[in-house]
């Protein structure tokens, strides 16, 4: 038997995840081979997702070491230049980190699509070689069935009304002998019942996970590209909640980045095991159920290397195919000599005729079924599929998965330092001095703690003022009354108080133009008056 394959070459990468350390769980080397069902083998898959593991227990070391330095190491003032560089270096972080999620997302939904057909094609051929297998079965079974019993029912009607003649009774008993002998070479065929079970038990099984796996994968990418476009977000508008919110996600991803990591890993040193020698496994899986010359004659397909099966299903149908002509050269002779003598018995020979024709059509279809050619191009297919784009897909996938542990490993190191730049500007502005007319903060904080008294003197304003025509000329200039120069207009004139209508003279602000009439009220105050107004109005 050649081992070497013309028709299919495996990709080069197989071949290296082939050269991937296999080892168990104890450190011992295991054999390369393909070999899901030994234990040792197991333990060689599992192990690679152990080192993935380890990876994450590394990367989450360092991160927390960082965040250590970046919490207890702390400065007490930072002049200009330092919090521009520290600015600069966590805005550089962020767009390195949400570049790299970017191409990581494009890269695994690549890998997650390519990965998606390969499996499609590898079930697809299944069900392919299952309808195969299951025609074949179906086409034997049938036409066994209407040689044992439809002809046999025919032939014993015949004989009963050919008895008088020996020589029609003859040419009856040489049909059933041609029947029994279609018999004996349709039970040399090999029974596919087993193998077309497995198939498709196989084919379902595949094509659940594979749907749960692609849904799995399409949210973790959709998840990956919403985290770092809030985080970006969190970055632009600097809330501190957001970052911290996508901080936790943050940490939640990267341990789904290297669990993935280490399942597709697995799955993709497994699968190119398999693909290295594909013909091999096979042929132990199937050595106590089909033989090992039918398993070589489908897998290979060589028309140069003679095949044992090969020789004995043309033997079979060569002669099924001369035992249906014989017995419809004899069918065709009792119709054309035996009706006319025997009327009777030309419904049961037009029967005969009716199953040879259907037989023999089943012979044809039997013979393009049997052939290697179909079979062997459906594994060629899923090979195709499984090694070329399954594997190659799988490879996109742990691209991804190291993408995205980079990405957000970048982008945990820069929130904690753009959380604390934030904070820095928070307390900066609480440094402001309370005096500073330009700090909004201490003019809400004189509008909160303003005085009730004064509200109260002021309100009262009106009613401690007196009638307007009381008022006497003061003694004293006016340039020695400042405080009196608050006095409400309105209220000099009878009408109510309003705040907002005192001059602001005395506070550092341009004279107000008085009219000669409010002007000589003004001077028409009496000393306790002006004393009055002034407490009510002091600063």
Known sequence: MSSARVDYIAPWWTYWLNQFPHVNLRFQPVDHTFNPQEENYQQSLIFLSCVAAAGLGVNLLCLAIYLSCLCCCRKDEEEEESKKSNSCCVTWAAVAAGLICCVAVGVGFYGNSETNDGVYQLTYSLYNVNNTLAGVDSLVTGTMGGMQSGLKDHLSRLDEIFATRGDFVQTLHFMQQMADSIIKQLLGLPDWEKAKVDLAAIADQTAYVEYYRWLTFLLILILDLVICLAACLGLAKQSR?????????????????????????????????????????????????????????????????????????????????RSLTTMQIQIQGLLQFAVPLFPTAKRDLLSIQHLLNNSEASLHQLTALLDCRGLNKDYLDALIGVCYDGVEGLLYLCLFSLLAACAFSVMLCAIPRAWRQIANRERDYDDIIDGDPFNPQSRRMASHHSHPGNMHSFCSYSSSMGSQTSLHPPTQTVTNAPISEYINQSALFGGNPRFENVPLIGRGSPPPSYSPTMRATYLSMTEDQIRHFGEDFQA
């Open 241 to 321: 909640w957001l970052l911290t919110t996508m901080m936790v996600f943050g940490v939640l991803t990267l341990i789904l980045s290297w669990a993935s990591l280490g399942a597709d890993m697995a799955t993709a040193v497994g699968t190119s095991d398999f693909c290295v020698a594909p013909d091999k496994f096979l042929m132990n899986q199937t050595k106590d159920i089909i033989s090992s010359d039918i398993v070589h004659y489908y897998l290979y397909c060589s028309q140069t290397l003679p095949n044992p099966f090969q020789q004995f299903v043309l033997q079979s149908l060569t002669v099924f195919q």
